[in-house]
């Protein structure tokens, strides 16, 4: 993995699903370096038949803010919704989906706070 000062390092969080509950301690969450600098990651939202898309705001093409979306595949054609927008702390700032319990909160790592929130994405217009 190429290190460049100044950059911290980019991992992909991971939690075993067993574990998936409020209150989990963060070192629970695996960290495992990734290769090429893509820090997008998604997590199925079986109630709603879409997915929740993790971004950050690397490279800066169009602002300073990351993002969560939720991705819907309606006949074949992927429909993606905006659900949260924060402005970055770095470039590298994102809401990282963790999994999904049995009540239907999904769990997001903080990777500026490094602390673990939940939500629950009930309805899409």
Same mark, same amino acid.
């Given at each position: 993995?190429?290190?460049?000062?100044?950059y911290p390092p980019q991992y992909l969080n991971k939690?075993?699903?067993?574990? &998936?509950?409020e209150n989990v301690p963060v070192s629970f969450v695996?960290?495992?370096? =990734? /290769? !090429?600098?893509? =820090?997008?990651?998604?997590?199925? /939202?079986?109630?709603?038949?879409? *997915? =929740?898309?993790?971004? !950050?705001?690397?490279?800066?093409? *169009?602002?300073?803010?990351?993002?969560?979306?939720?991705?819907?595949?309606?006949?074949?054609?992927?429909?993606?919704?905006? /659900? *949260?927008?924060?402005?970055?702390?770095? &470039?590298?700032?994102?809401?990282?989906? =963790?999994?999904?319990? !049995?009540?239907?909160?999904?769990y997001l790592k903080d990777l500026k706070s490094n602390? &673990?929130?939940?939500?629950?994405?009930?309805? &899409? !217009?």
């Amino acid at each position: 993995m190429e290190y460049r000062p100044g950059y911290p390092p980019q991992y992909l969080n991971k939690l075993d699903r067993k574990n &998936i509950r409020e209150n989990v301690p963060v070192s629970f969450v695996e960290k495992t370096p =990734l /290769i !090429n600098s893509a =820090l997008w990651c998604t997590e199925k /939202i079986a109630a709603l038949d879409g *997915y =929740l898309m993790s971004s !950050n705001s690397e490279g800066r093409l *169009y602002d300073d803010k990351y993002r969560v979306y939720f991705v819907k595949i309606d006949n074949g054609t992927p429909v993606v919704y905006e /659900i *949260y927008s924060f402005k970055e702390g770095s &470039i590298y700032t994102q809401l990282f989906p =963790l999994g999904q319990d !049995n009540q239907g909160y999904v769990y997001l790592k903080d990777l500026k706070s490094n602390e &673990i929130k939940k939500c629950k994405v009930e309805k &899409i !217009n």
